[in-house]
């Protein structure tokens, strides 16, 4: 484990944050693997990438491990995350981090660069509304460059199918509930360790100051993504992977 000057230990950090979103997504990393399959087939090995709301950089990590000569800028408003993203990645100059709200029309004026072979995000964009969602997939659309992509992994519910949906829920919740009773750690509860942190603990209090307890968005179907992204200016949307909950859903300019 790497400790940084600040005497954090990022790396457990990471992986605390990466055992909380398991708990919510047990197929994560597969996500992730084809998520990257994608940018390699589509792109090359040495894309700039955009990982848009960033996080603690859980994207920019797993496509720096799978393609060392790629560059990523990371965006992102939550100053606890994005604490930690910088802990993470301090002194690789292969990754930028820019502080921005997805809902401000200029948010793109801090980033480096014009343009992107590809634009990632996971896990991250289902607290936008639908009509939010539809703006940002029009500015995503001009930092694309023709023949980039976008992808974004997320929850993606389609409402024609309820008893399916209602089936995969129950049993998903049963699993996680056997899951906690065994000792694993909840969003709540990962935030209330941060509070407690030293580091963590101001950019923790400045996080909930900017966002609430939860944000409270949208999760429209796979298909309104692919016709939203099509509308805004990509060639051709589609799934590229997917579990009962949650969609890969790739868009090419």
Known sequence: MTTTSTGTD???????????????????????????DMVEALVGPTPRV????CGTGTITARLL???????STGVDLDPALLAIAG?????????TLVTADLKDPDWRAGLPYDSYDAVLTATALHWLHSESLAALYGQVAELVRDGGV???????????????????????HARMDQAK?????????????AAQDPVLAGPTARRFEIYGEHADGDMPSP????RVLR?????????????PSDTLLLALK
């Open 50 to 53: 955009l990982d848009l709301a």
């Open 150 to 172: 976008f992808m974004n992994a997320d929850h993606m519910i389609d409402d024609l199918t309820p008893r399916i949906n209602a089936a995969e829920r129950a049993l998903r």
């Open 87 to 95: 802990g993470t990645f301090e002194g690789d100059e292969r990754v």
């Open 223 to 226: 298909s309104w993504h692919a």
């Open 10 to 36: 990022w790396h457990a950090w990471q992986e605390s944050w990466d055992r909380q979103q398991e708990w919510y997504m047990p197929d994560r990393e597969e996500r992730f693997r084809v998520m990257l």
């Open 231 to 243: 509308e805004k200016g990509f060639g051709e949307a589609r799934p590229v992977w997917c579990s």
């Open 181 to 193: 009773a065994d000792g694993v750690l909840d969003w709540a509860e990962w935030w209330q360790l």
């Open 65 to 71: 491990a799978r393609l060392p000569g790629a560059t």
